[in-house]
């Protein structure tokens, strides 16, 4: 005879699996870590946890040979080499493998930054913009140029810096095909070209 939650009335064929349920009704969570002190309301949950103590990995891709705590984290992993972006984005176009890319895009649209600079007033919607943000701080500089002896903060600066040693320019002009290294200098040199209406040519934008 199945046996009937007094909650929500859901029905479940043994009184074990009732009384599993009826601890997230009370919040009940009698397995503890040993580790960690964290609690869980089933042995499984548990289990599950306790193997990010272990570092023990018993799913493998089979794709790139990565391995994962989890069979669900695996799975999730997979779709980056099938293409798979089931999380779509309701503003835009936009598709994701993973729901947490999927919430860390959102905030572009929302304008979320939930990652203040404790020693100033700027915010970031990702804790890696933050991080990087703080050696701003601090001084610190792991990034090396690995043709002179210049180093950054922040990989993207070291990125644009290296343009310079190997000659690229990704910002191309649309009207004279002049190319530069950064978009600020493209945007500079698009002033020096005449107004389409005028023929007036400006070396400044002015309100």
Do not use: W
Not at 22 to 30: F, L, M, N, V, Y
Not at 94 to 103: A, I, N
């Amino acid at each position: 005879m199945d046996q009937r939650c007094q909650v929500c009335d859901k029905t479940f064929p043994g009184f074990s699996q009732l009384k599993v349920h009826s601890r997230t009704h009370s919040g009940e969570k009698p397995f503890d870590c040993t580790v960690c002190h964290k609690s869980f309301a089933t042995s499984s949950s548990i289990k599950s946890h306790q193997l990010i103590h272990t570092k023990e990995k018993l799913f493998l891709c089979i794709v790139c040979d990565k391995s994962f705590s989890h069979s669900t984290s695996m799975k999730t992993h997979q779709r980056t080499h099938a293409g798979e972006t089931p999380y779509s984005c309701s503003k835009c176009t936009k598709s994701f493998s993973q729901p947490q890319h999927l919430r860390t895009h959102m905030r572009i649209h929302t304008g979320e930054k939930p990652y203040p600079c404790p020693q100033c007033d700027k915010a970031f919607s990702q804790v890696g913009e933050l991080k990087s943000h703080k050696r701003t701080h601090s001084g610190v500089t792991p990034y090396s140029c690995s043709k002179c002896t210049k180093s950054f903060s922040q990989s993207a600066n070291l990125r644009r810096h290296m343009r310079i040693h190997t000659g690229e320019k990704p910002y191309p002009c649309p009207q004279c095909g002049k190319a530069f290294i950064e978009s600020g200098d493209l945007k500079s040199h698009q002033r020096t070209h005449a107004c389409s209406s005028c023929d007036k040519s400006f070396t400044m934008s002015h309100n």
